[in-house]
Structure formats: C-alpha cells, structure tokens
C-alpha cells in the first residue's frame, strides 16, 4: 500500500473512528469521567471544609486550653465549698465567654458541679450523657459531640459540645471537668461556604453512622450505613456510587482531622447524567468535523509531503550510485518540514561528496606517508648492539662518564623508538625524562639542576608517551642555556578528582606578554629560539587533544625575568582501563 493512502486510512483510523465511537460510546461512559471529576472537586471542597472546621474547633480547644491552666480555675476546682466570690466568678466568666460562639459552660469537679454559666447540669447528669465515657477515656483530650450526637438536634436547640477533663497543673491528677456548650453557628458558618453542585448535600457523620450535622438542615441525628465506616473498607479515590434516602447518588468522603468524624458529600447521579447529553450532541458534530479535516489534510498537506519524500528517496538512489544531484526546492518564503528534509538531505549530499573527496586525499598521504616511514625506519637492534660496544670500550678504557652517558642514551631510546604501546606508565615517562637529564648533565655540567617529584601512588597511572621529555628539553635549552647564573628545572606530579597534572618549573627569563598571546599561532618571531619553542609546546598540547580530547593538554603560566610554570593535564588512567580510552 502506497504511503499516501496509509496515511489516508492512519487519518480515518485514529481520528474518524475514535470520534464516532466516542459518539456512539459518550452517553454510557461520560457520566463516569463526570463522576470522577465530581468526587476530585468535591474531594479539594471537602478538604477545605475541614481545614475551616479544625481551625473553627481549634479556636475553642485554645480557650480551653488557656483557661484551665489558669489558677483561678485550678483553684476553684481543689476547693470544697461553693463559689460565693463573684470577682472569681467574673474571672472564670472572662477566661470560657470572650469567643461569640461560646453560648454557656459548666465546671465540675470530681463530687459536684462547681459553677455554671447559662446552664445548669447536676453531675449525675452529666455522667449520663452519651459522650461521657468518652471524655473520661480521653483523659484530658478535648472531646467534641456535634448536635445529631447529642441529643440537641431533636430538641431544636441544637449545639455543639466541647468537653474535656482537668488535670492538676503540677501532678497532673484529675481534678474535675469542664463543658463548652457552643452555638451550632459556628457549623453554620464552616459548611455554609462550602461549595456544591445543583441538589448536592454535604454531611458531618461520625463513626456509629449518625449525621453530627447535615447542612441542607434536614436529616441530623438519622443514622447512614456507608460502607466506609467499615474499617475493612477501601477505595481508590474516596468515593463510590450508592443511594441516600433511596436516591442513587454518588458519594465522596473524607476522614476529619477531628477524630471520629467523617465529611460526606452527595450528589444524585442523575444530576450528573443530564451533563452527558451536550457532549454526546459536540462529538457527533466532532466525528463531521474530522471526516472534513481528514480529506481537506489529505489534499492539501499530504499529497505535497508525499512528493517531497518521494524526491528524497530518488536522491538516496542515486546517492548509492555515488550521483550527487541535488534536488530541486521551491522558491517560498514559508519553509515547512518537508522542505528542510529536502534542504538536509542537499547539505547531507554535498557533504557526503566532500568528506569522500577527503578520504580519498586522505588515504593517498597516509599511504605516502607509510611507504616513507618503512624507507626510513631503522632496525633498534642494530642501535642497541652499537651503544653496547661503545659502552664495553668506554668501560675497558675506564671512563665512566662515557659509560653512563651511553647507558643512559640507551634506555632512553629504547622508550622513544621500543616502546609499541601509545601509553605508558608515569614511573616509566619520568624515568626517560631522567635518563633525558643525565645525558643532558654531562654536557652542561654544573649549569643547572633538575629534581623530580613522583608520589609513590601515581607511578602506575598511565599517560600519553613521550609528552614530558619535549617540555624539558624546550625549558633546558630555550630557558636555562641562555642564563648566566644556574638554572633550576623541577619535574612534579599531582593529582585532582579525576586528572593527573604534571608541572614543569624552570627559572628561567620566562615569556613576555606579547609571546604567550601568540604562543599556539603562525606568528613569525623575529629570534628563532621563539619559533622552535612555540612549534614544540603545540606538539605536545596537539598530541594530548587528540588523544583525550578537548579538557585535556596544556597550561602557560609565565612573565618576563620570573621563570615558566608549564602544566600538563591528562586523565587519570589505570593499566587495566587503558584499552578504554577513546581517542577524540
């Protein structure tokens, strides 16, 4: 099948299809996405209803708690005789009825009721309400009962309660209790904002099932059996589809911050079926849309994307075929994707040429180059044997000085022209810098002095080859020969998180200014000294690009009459790793 009507069938397949069967589909199963929405809506609404009612509540517990501690209630409660005091009694009045919610309180101690305001429960009364054990069990924990708790919600004079027994501030015994009787505006006020959809209801239920307080006003103190208030009972997302008050309904709740309380929000499922209806209606009108779009697409898009494609397989064909051409574009100001396709594939065929034109020029210089090294190359051996019977005769003839000389220039060429391997390890690279600077004694004498530094611990890193030894021959002979009084050269190494630098320092009269800025440059200096110098240190910067890449090489640091500090960075190497490094 040819692309085009792929794409054609892609279009009906993926767009037309989907449309009509989310037509088809959209009464059914939209009602469920518009249920999951409700329950994530009313799940945020809840959320925010309790956060009003624990600060509400709190608001209460911190007057209690405030008031209790306080001594003239600790002490009102230890006495055994009525209060007959009214500035105590004023007192114990400012400290429970400064919040407008507060409607009347009750202090008890552990034989009778000790004071009251606006209320007058005995005692025995009070042990009989229904939340009584629990207060005791709390010990000390504000409790609260809500009006469908209470009782006060079939009397039509509903409140809420706030109860909570008294501790000795200092031992901590029980010394009584107190009740807060507060106005159920305060629950007024919390649900009365709390936002709902069109016939929904919201509910304060506890753990028994009974509505602590419903804010449609119309079913506290009835009992519920959700089956969240079983504790076996899990839910993704809080909610589930179930009838209240006979009606199929859609059901989310939330777990209070206030212990043993739930929020509930309820909202009857047809309510959200009627939403179904319009979408049902805009995704028939959707389907006649996309059928349109799908052979407008067609026409205007895909037939010219086509023939773009088609123009750049012809030119891979004849790019196999080592053929060049480029392919025509269309002179536009609106440049699209198939037309870049088209424009990189003419930048990829000229560079393609171009890159073939340098590898052909490439391998004739490497081949070159190859036949020339093999003209030149000289057996080892032959060196090797001929320092070893310089060596004997200078040996025979008693003269050390030659002897050392030759040993020295043998080892340090068995590392130059031996050594197979492309690295080595630092001991083995400062061992020729040394045997470099016993040659190089012989011939300057006291001149200069030369010490190395190699921790212990860095000699079996390896390196680039030979990247130390130019350096020190660029300090000894552009830098030190020059100078009337000694020179000093000193070798060290060191180590970072992840490289190895190794510093040549000489005392030297250093670079100017002008010479460190055209160091890696063409410049032509006038002393020629300059020139050599410039040509080694690019060498050995060079070398180590290529090898590691870009991080890696070298460092100037260095002024006039001060000397020369020349770092070289290289990645920390282990034998077994070497064989990893990919030459950039």
Not at 137 to 153: F, H, L, T
Request: glycine share 4%; hydrophobic share 40%; net charge neutral.
């Amino acid at each position: 099948m040819k692309l085009r009507r792929k794409i054609m069938l892609a279009n009906i397949l993926l767009v037309f299809i989907p449309v009509i069967a989310m037509g088809t589909i959209s009464y059914f199963n939209f009602s469920n996405t518009i249920t999951t929405k409700t329950s994530h809506f009313y799940r945020m609404s809840l959320l925010e209803t309790d956060r009003k009612l624990s600060y509400a509540l709190n608001e209460i517990n911190s007057i209690s708690n405030s008031a209790i501690t306080q001594s003239v209630i600790q002490q009102t409660l230890k006495m055994q005789n009525d209060i007959t005091n009214y500035d105590v009694k004023q007192k114990i009045n400012i400290l429970l009825i400064n919040h407008p919610m507060v409607h009347s309180f009750r202090l008890y101690s552990r034989n009778r009721l000790v004071y009251s305001y606006n209320s007058a429960e005995s005692l025995v009364d009070l042990r009989a309400q229904p939340w009584y054990n629990a207060m005791e069990k709390a010990d000390g924990v504000p409790i609260w009962s809500g009006p469908g708790e209470n009782g006060s919600a079939a009397e039509d004079q509903p409140i809420l309660i706030h109860s909570r027994v008294i501790k000795d501030y200092y031992s901590l015994e029980d010394i009584g209790s107190i009740v807060l009787e507060i106005k159920a505006n305060l629950l007024d006020q919390v649900f009365w904002e709390t936002a709902t959809m069109e016939q929904g209801n919201i509910l304060l239920i506890n753990k028994s099932g009974t509505i602590v307080y419903d804010k449609s006003g119309e079913n506290i103190g009835d009992r519920v059996s959700f089956p969240f208030l079983n504790d076996k009972y899990e839910s993704a997302n809080n909610s589930f589809i179930d009838k209240y008050n006979g009606v199929k309904s859609s059901i989310t709740y939330l777990e209070s911050q206030q212990a043993n309380w739930y929020l509930v929000a309820i909202t009857p499922t047809a309510v959200l079926q009627a939403e179904s209806i319009p979408i049902r209606n805009t995704a028939i009108l959707l389907a006649a849309f996309s059928l349109i779009s799908a052979l407008l697409f067609d026409k205007f898009f895909v037939r010219r994307l086509i023939r773009r494609i088609n123009s750049t397989v012809s030119g891979m064909r004849r790019v196999e075929q080592r053929q060049f051409k480029q392919i025509p574009t269309e002179h536009t100001s609106r440049i699209d994707e198939a037309d870049m396709l088209v424009l990189g594939f003419n930048r990829m065929s000229a560079q393609m040429e171009e890159l073939l034109h340098q590898i052909e020029v490439e391998q004739t210089m490497k081949k070159e180059a190859e036949l020339q090294a093999l003209v030149s190359q000289i057996n080892p051996h032959f060196i090797y044997n001929s320092l070893e019977s310089i060596n004997s005769m200078a040996v025979l003839q008693g003269n050390k000085d030659i002897s050392k000389m030759v040993i020295s220039l043998g080892r340090l060429l068995r590392i130059s022209i031996s050594e197979n391997k492309e690295l080595i390890t630092l001991q083995t690279e400062f061992e020729h810098v040394l045997h470099y600077m016993n040659i190089q004694k012989f011939r300057f004498e006291d001149k200069f002095e030369y010490t190395f530094d190699l921790p212990e611990h860095l000699k079996s890193y390896v390196t680039q080859k030979l990247i130390v030894q130019p350096i020190v021959e660029n300090a000894l002979y552009y830098a030190i020969e020059p100078m009337e009084n000694k020179g000093y050269i000193h070798v060290k190494a060191s180590e970072g998180k992840q490289e190895i630098w190794i510093d040549i320092i000489d005392n030297g009269p250093g670079f100017s200014e002008d010479v460190l800025q055209n160091l890696w440059t063409n410049v032509n200096y006038k002393s020629s000294k300059y020139k050599d110098s410039s040509v080694g240190l690019r060498n050995v910067h060079e070398r180590i690009r290529i090898r590691f890449g870009a991080p890696y090489g070298m460092m100037i640091c260095s002024s006039a009459g001060h000397g020369s500090v020349i770092r070289i960075r290289v990645p920390k190497i282990l034998p077994t790793q070497h064989n990893m490094v990919i030459h950039k």
